[in-house]
């Protein structure tokens, strides 16, 4: 399995930051997502931000489905 990229495990540490920052749970994430159209499972959820793989659009739809309108970069 190839490792992450810095830029891959910054988005994933972003994102995860963020989630426990609004105090969401995955399995909140889920439910979030779905009021907004989009389908997924916590486990795919899980292994998205373990991997640090997923889309732009994706992450976007996280911030997004969580309330967050501004992001701090470092």
Known sequence: M?????YEALAANLLKAELKRKGVTYAQLVEKLAQLGVDEKEVNIRN????????AAFFLQCLSAIGTQTLHLG
């Open 48 to 55: 998205k931000l373990s991997r640090g793989k997923f889309t």
């Open 2 to 6: 190839a490792e992450k990229t810095d």
